[in-house]
């Protein structure tokens, strides 16, 4: 199976969601899951910030996911966005199935 999680983080739940619809759409993914908005701490600029973020998993193959974070980076609205690719060690047969065809 080629199925990968591309993990993801924004600045809001409708950006998520808008550049999630926009790379199914494009059939560089076949989902998103937009999770609950999470508390972050991280070093920007010399200094220590903390934001309400969104974390967000895409699915996607392996072959589409250079794709996939080329295009999730330029509609972004970070300068740096999180973007990381998980392996995907087993799945469902028929969800790695439908997960192949909708980004074919």
Not at 22 to 39: D, F, G, K, M, Q
Not at 76 to 102: M, N, R
């Amino acid at each position: 199976m080629s199925v990968v999680s591309v993990y993801c983080i924004f600045g809001s739940a409708d950006e998520a969601e808008r550049i999630g619809r926009t790379v199914v759409e494009e059939r560089l993914a076949a989902c998103i899951n937009v999770l609950s908005p999470c508390r972050s701490v991280y070093r920007w600029h010399g200094e220590i910030e903390t934001a309400e973020e969104v974390p967000a998993i895409l699915k996607t193959t392996a072959s589409q996911a250079d794709l996939l974070i080329a295009r999730i980076a330029a509609l972004h609205s970070y300068a740096v966005p999180c973007i990381t690719v998980w392996p995907v060690d087993k799945l469902l047969l028929s969800y790695a199935e439908w997960v192949e065809g909708s980004v074919a």
